[in-house]
């Protein structure tokens, strides 16, 4: 992984402080998350302590600091799915795969993250799946899909 982070800041070699958040992306994008090691790595090639890097990548809801599991499941917790029901949605999803939102499983096989917005409002409550979308969801049928995936 560290020859692919200095690959990738070879691009940056003339960058200061204002590229931390586009550096951060791109080895998100490349890596698909933040390790700790890319972060000291950022931090030598800018000269910037990893506690600031690390300050700054947790204020963006938009940083994983754990790689994301085989299913990757995007929940939507906009006003419109809160108002109909996707805290019980979050609820059972955490309570069936044994993990937490921003949680990837021990497996692997299973990570969760609680997303702003997906843009599907009239569909709510929305979940995507590894890019495939779920909505006007119900208990019954979160259950139904988790037991989908589990039984891959």
Do not use: W
């Amino acid at each position: 992984m560290e020859n692919r982070i200095e690959i990738l800041l070879e691009k940056y070699s003339h960058s200061r402080r204002d590229s931390l958040i586009p550096i951060l992306q791109d080895i998100q994008e490349e890596v698909g998350y933040l390790s700790e090691e890319a972060i000291v790595i950022v931090g030598k090639h800018l000269g910037i302590p990893t506690s600031k890097i690390f300050g700054l990548a947790t204020f963006y809801n938009q940083f994983r600091f754990e790689p994301k599991g085989i299913h990757h499941i995007q929940v939507c917790h906009g006003t419109a799915c809160h108002m109909l029901g996707v805290v019980s949605i979050i609820e059972i999803i955490e309570k069936r795969l044994k993990i937490k939102a921003g949680q990837t499983s021990r497996n692997g096989k299973y990570s969760l993250e609680v997303v702003t917005c997906i843009g599907a409002c009239s569909q709510s409550p929305v979940i995507s799946i590894n890019g495939v979308y779920y909505s006007k969801l119900t208990a019954e049928r979160i259950k139904q899909i988790l037991e989908e995936i589990m039984g891959e």
